[in-house]
């Protein structure tokens, strides 16, 4: 019972960063149609940004700050300069170039940095609070919870509450219709992937210091896991990828507590399929097919 | 008679081969000019050209004395000019409240957007029943106002819309023509109206320009065009 309430909690604190990996995911899935492949090395390069500001300055929350304006800046910029120029008659354009950022950004951070493991701190203790002799959650993971929170919170108020997010998801749905109607569709695209890749740069923030370290390929893993959250929840559904993280988390620490780490990512594509074979829209998708 | 719209000598159309072949068109003020012709006169090409979702490879738009090249779509509504696509282009993930406010977000003036979106409810009363209602799940004639409404929460001057009859049964035709009439007289607003249902749109219209293969053959006064035995067997087909 102690073992299951500890791994309950570990999952869901790793669930949350998925949740917070996938929303951007879905962001940009929304707005484009575009799976954005290089998210995770965008992520780690503003990773890097930011410890080597904390390292700098001696202040963490500093170089916390540089890494998700980072995110904003170089997510405007793999819109405007890169990926807004990809011919859209096929899918697979998108992907084969965010493939190729992914090998540019990555080889770029191994030639500054070099390619081994780089301690990566936390500004809070990671050691658990023990109830009743159950290690629960440390510190840290509840500097995660409330971030990811804070981050889903304030998405759910721009996107239904404010005049950019109507701007925004009329420019996702109907371009055309949304530019005669005065708005900046273009504009609307590279504010989305700025703030993907802000979002993207926080999980990164969250979740390099609890695995191995800052490494070029630091968030390969958390990006097939967080990827696997976004399809499972239904791509095209915000609630839906954090109902997906969440669900990705938890089944990872069950299955690398009781059944060996090993086992994980077999656990994780077992569940892509069995999602995708009883609900091939995903677990949240809306019925509702848009009429063109 | 003041001249809202003038459109000169417009060669334009997708790829290599050009839809419209030199078109002239002119629209006069507080007026309600009907576009007429066969499928694939290139009556909707007309209205992307006017309101700038295609470029012109020849001719020129004006508006209101302003010459729009160069000008991008989304200043065409700042403009005064307001284009109701084909297929009504409601956004039809959002909610009626939210479609009717996107018509007005591009306007500095937020006091008057509001009492123009307050004025489109009280017109277009099924919408205000339903203004929490997903735009999919609006019959075909709610979409069609709430089309025509989220132009008008823009105030345009001039209303281009495209088949705005296309699916809707008689009854529901003759209301939205009806209301046209009445923004006309009322507002002064100045319609552009492709139609393919000829009969309404000369009811309401007071002029026609008939387009055929991509050219204007013919431009009177409706009077004259539903008088015209000849033109309406050649092109209208009534």
Known sequence: ?292 | MTVLLQAEGITAGYGDAPVLQGVDLTVPAGSITAVLGANGAGKTTLLRTLSGLLRPARGRVVLDGLDLRGVRVEEMVRRGLAHVPEGRGVVTELTVDENLRLGGLWRKDRADAKRALDEVYELFEPLARRRRFPGHQLSGGERQLLAIGRALVGRPRLLLLDEPSLGLAPRVTGQIMGLLRTLRDQTGLTVLLVEQNVRSALSIADSGVVMALGRVVANANAATLRDDEDMRHAYLGF
């Open chain 1, 1 to 292: 019972m102690d073992r299951f309430v500890f791994l309950t909690f570990d999952g869901l604190s790793r669930g949350a960063v998925y949740a917070a990996f996938a929303l951007a995911l879905v962001l940009i899935w929304r707005a484009t149609r575009i799976v954005n492949f290089a998210q995770g090395a965008m992520a780690v390069a503003t990773a890097y940004v930011g410890y080597s500001v904390s390292t700098a300055t001696g202040s963490y929350w500093l170089g916390f700050l540089v890494a998700v304006l980072g995110g904003l800046a170089l997510g405007a910029v793999a819109e405007r300069v890169v990926m807004r120029f990809v011919d859209h008659s096929s899918p697979l354009n998108g992907v084969v170039v965010a493939l190729g950022l992914v090998l540019v950004i990555q080889g770029v951070l191994g030639m500054i940095y070099g390619n081994e493991f780089r301690p990566a701190g936390t500004p809070f203790s990671r050691d658990a609070f023990t109830v009743g002799g159950i290690s629960l959650l440390s510190r840290f993971d509840l500097f995660v919870f409330a971030a990811v929170l804070a981050v889903v919170v304030l998405l759910a108020i721009l996107f239904t509450r404010t005049a950019v997010g109507l701007r925004m998801r009329a420019s996702a749905f109907a371009p055309d219709v949304s530019r005669l109607l005065g708005v900046n569709v273009g504009g609307m695209l590279t504010l989305g992937w700025a703030l993907a890749a802000a979002v993207g740069s926080l999980a990164a923030m969250l979740v390099i210091p609890t695995e191995l370290g800052l490494h070029p390929n630091a968030m390969d893993i958390v990006f097939v896991s967080s990827f696997t959250a976004a399809v499972v929840g239904g791509l095209d559904s915000a609630v839906g990828a954090v109902a997906g993280g969440l669900i990705v988390g938890l089944l990872l620490s069950y299955v690398s507590g009781y059944l060996g780490a090993t086992v994980a990512p077999i656990a994780v594509l077992l569940l892509l399929v069995v999602v995708l074979l009883g609900r091939p829209g995903g677990l949240f998708s809306s019925s509702a097919a848009r009429a063109v």
